[in-house]
């Protein structure tokens, strides 16, 4: 038994105890074969949220800056995540990233790249995911995080139907296009579960 699978039934009862969570649509989530899971990023609690809605073991792409934090960089390995060095073209990050897609895990990304304050409305999104999803054949699924991680605040985790990558592939897609697809999916999810507010 790994790290993670001892750590999960933890977090998750942090997360349950501090916040009341709904999760929606997690009959989208293959339970096997490469998938790439494509998420807003809206807080740092946001990895671990995620993943303890996932019915499976769950990789990470995290920024660099994070491992450079004395044993917590020990923490996140164990925890399957891996740096990236954000703008700078990581190919060593990239690489990782497409072979563990390629050998069947589930990998968690936020396109954006970065946290937004502004969770109502997406800020354009990087082209790793767009690139990975015209490179692989991962299964891409959207998610959207909505709420705020206020003490026993509603959080919402929705899963999307799978994206059609095969279009975007035939149309031979760029991957900064492929990405914009994928924001789509995402904000739309964001649109439809998100409550007015009055």
Known sequence: MNLYSIGKPV??????????????GQEHIPLHGGTLICSNHISNF?????????????????KSELF?????????????????????????????????????????????????????SLQKGLSGAGFFSLKTNATVVPCAIIGHYKFRSQMKVIFGKP???????????????????????????????TEPTA
């Open 68 to 120: 450079k934090i004395p044993g917590f960089n020990w923490l996140l390995s164990r925890l399957n995540a891996f740096p990236i060095k954000r703008g700078s073209g990581d190919r060593g990050a990239l690489r990782l990233a497409m072979k563990l897609l390629n050998e069947g895990h589930a990998l968690l990304m936020f396109p954006e790249g970065h946290r937004n304050l502004n969770d109502a």
């Open 11 to 24: 977090v998750s009862w942090f997360y349950h105890l501090n916040f009341k969570i709904q999760v929606i």
């Open 163 to 193: 994206i059609d990558t095969d279009r975007m592939k035939k149309n031979e897609l760029k991957s900064s296009e492929a990405s914009a697809i994928i924001m789509k999916h995402i904000q739309a999810l964001i649109d439809q579960y």
């Open 46 to 62: 946001d990895p671990p949220f995620v993943g303890i809605n996932v019915p499976r073991e769950l990789s990470f792409v995290a």
